[in-house]
């Protein structure tokens, strides 16, 4: 694949406009300079996190809790130094085959000793998710949120962008709270907190969450 450009791009999934530049990148990740993973990653969910405009404390708290699953890395905490690539968890590689897949057996190896022992709140959209399922003994930790909108025709969905904008900014407020010296320690919690952003709530239980964004349909909050 080192020397098919084309076959490269295939197999990460690169749109024909950024291919070349993100190959180069790619074959110097080696040398390239890094940057913390919450600075270096870009796009709608980090947009409505809004890292760069978060009081010192806050980013401090994110550096330390927040986990970024990647294709590359396997999982990364926001404050740990990344170089720049491209790598989706969906690619597929020679000898390896799909990225997600590789990563499933490392990090149900690796991941547990990185959560520490408070709740859990999985963000993750379904290429993350499939790489790491957590087992039955971080069963009574885990929220999974899923952040819904109104649909045109009715009813609840995801959208894609709402999601992930109502997601940043979940994930702000939550960090927030901690580091203002409040806790976050159920999935009650995190539906007061979203409530507490003009939110609603769908669905609650222990490890389920089921947020509604009050964006019209079709529109971007």
């Known amino acids: 694949m080192a020397g098919d450009p084309a076959e490269a791009a295939a197999a990460l999934l690169l749109p024909p406009g950024v291919a070349h530049d993100a190959l180069a990148q790619n074959r110097s990740v080696r040398e390239s300079a890094t940057t913390p993973a919450l600075r270096r990653y870009a796009g709608v ?91 039955p003994a971080l069963a009574g930790r885990i929220v999974v949120a899923r952040l819904l909108s109104p649909l045109p025709r009715g009813g609840l969905g995801v959208i894609s962008y709402n999601s992930k904008s109502a997601k940043g900014r979940l994930a702000a407020a939550l960090l927030s709270q901690v580091a203002d010296g409040g806790s976050v320690r159920s999935a ?25 964004t009050r964006s019209a349909p079709g529109t971007r909050s």
């Open 188 to 212: 009650d919690d995190v539906a007061r907190t979203w409530l507490a952003l003009g939110g609603e709530v769908d669905r609650a239980d222990s490890g389920r969450l089921d947020l509604v």
């Open 45 to 135: 969910v980090y947009d409505g996190l809004g890292y760069e405009g978060l009081p010192e404390r806050v980013q401090r708290v994110a550096g330390r809790d927040v986990l970024i699953f990647s294709g590359l890395w396997g999982v990364l905490r926001g404050n740990e130094p990344v170089p720049d690539y491209r790598v989706p968890a969906k690619a597929v590689l020679p000898g390896i085959g799909a990225a997600a897949r590789f990563w499933r057996k490392v990090l149900d190896r690796e991941l547990p000793a990185m959560l520490g022992r408070g709740l859990i709140v999985d963000l993750r959209s379904s290429d993350y998710a499939a790489m790491w399922r957590p087992g």
